[in-house]
């Protein structure tokens, strides 16, 4: 099963697909994480990156339509993909139906997790994860079960995000109704639009995506 998890910064995406890495063994394909990855590398693409996403601007179509088709090569058709900020444009959905058909896949979900945006500032600005395993945290919503100490390798290491500013934030949020919000009508005509209500708790949103998938 492949699927799209949609939806604007802090709507949950990557705290979402993690639970579904853990209960379904899907893989996730993160173009943020992967250009956080390449940044971190001093890649050239990272290099060509990391001024456009700490501005909170998008990275070309065809970068991010690579890394992707690249993780799909590595991965067997067997295991499903949950795609998690991409695609954001519509020349990146189109790019996404290309790469479908080229290995074999097709699209079973698009899941549109609905919030409100004044919560998703306090969300993200909120936001840190581990900085040895990636575990996602957040000071208020999510904090480790012993403080200071990553309930998954233990690691006391965390780090932000550079763009998770509040001023940056909003810019992603207006660039996410302009760029990526028009790319739902295309799902819906296809009839595999889901909307799920991103504003409850995670195990809420997490079971409301189960039972689609189910
Ligand atoms: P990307 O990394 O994709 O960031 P984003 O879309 O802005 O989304 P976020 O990762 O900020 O939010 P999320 O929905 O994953 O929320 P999370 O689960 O962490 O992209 C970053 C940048 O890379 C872009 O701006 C762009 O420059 C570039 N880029 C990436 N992909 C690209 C593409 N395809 N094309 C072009 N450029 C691209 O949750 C947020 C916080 O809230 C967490 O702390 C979490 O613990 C908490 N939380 C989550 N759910 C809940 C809940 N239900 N209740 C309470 N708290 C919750
Ligand atoms: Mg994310």
Known sequence: MDIILLGPPGAGKGTQAQRLVEHHGMRQLSTGDMLRAAVKAGTPVGIKAKAIMDAGELVSDEI?????DAELTAMGK???AIFDGYPRTEGQAEMLD??????GRSL???IELEVNEDALV???TG?????????GYHDTFKQP????VCDECGSTEFKRR????????RHRMQVYRSETAPILPGYEKRGIVTRVDGMGAIDEVTGAIDAILA
């Not at 991010?64 to 992707?68: G, P």
């Not at 290309?98 to 290995?103: I, P, Q």
């Not at 936001?127 to 575990?135: D, E, I, Q, T, Y």
């Not at 550079?162 to 934030?169: A, L």
């Open 127 to 135: 936001r840190f994860s581990c900085a040895n395993c990636g575990a």
């Open 162 to 169: 550079p763009d998770d500013t509040e001023e940056t934030v």
């Open 108 to 110: 079973d979900h698009v």
């Open 64 to 68: 991010v339509s690579e890394l992707i």
């Open 145 to 148: 079960k012993v403080e200071g």
């Open 78 to 80: 067997e295991t499903g």
């Open 98 to 103: 290309g790469l479908l058909a080229k290995h």
């Open 122 to 124: 306090e969300r993200i």
